[in-house]
């Protein structure tokens, strides 16, 4: 079984800066793409930032300079420093990793449950 789970949300006034992070367990042969999406309330969820196994990263236009995103694949983690958050930056983000159980499985999308991440002017 795999499950990602986020932690690292909670609330914070503009300007502030949070560090999410996404815990990757089970079974787990190769994590390709991993990244964090956001949805706010009404609106569809988008990509914030992705990066490959290799370490490649790419940003959304509205996070550039601000997020940072990082993993350790030796711990299976996912990170998200974010940092001069703005109101407009409030949503629940989710943690996503296009992953392989086995060298003979297909890809898969696998995410967490999300965490809110609140900022209030």
């Known amino acids: 079984q795999v499950q990602l789970a986020e932690s690292g949300g909670g609330l914070v006034q503009p300007g502030g800066s949070l560090r999410l992070s996404c815990a990757a367990s089970g079974s787990i042969f190769r994590s390709d793409a991993m990244g964090w999406y956001r949805q706010t309330q009404g609106k569809q969820r988008e990509l914030v930032a992705v990066i490959t196994s290799g370490g490649t990263t790419n940003y959304a236009d509205s996070v550039k300079g601000r997020f940072t995103i990082s993993r350790d694949n030796a711990k299976n983690m996912l990170y998200l420093q974010m940092n001069s958050l703005k109101p407009e930056d409030t949503a629940v983000y989710y943690c996503?990793?296009?992953?392989?159980?086995?060298?003979?499985?297909?890809?898969?999308?696998?995410w967490g449950q999300g965490t809110q991440v609140t900022v209030s002017s």
């Open positions: 996503n990793a296009n992953l392989r159980r086995s060298p003979f499985a297909s890809k898969m999308d696998y």
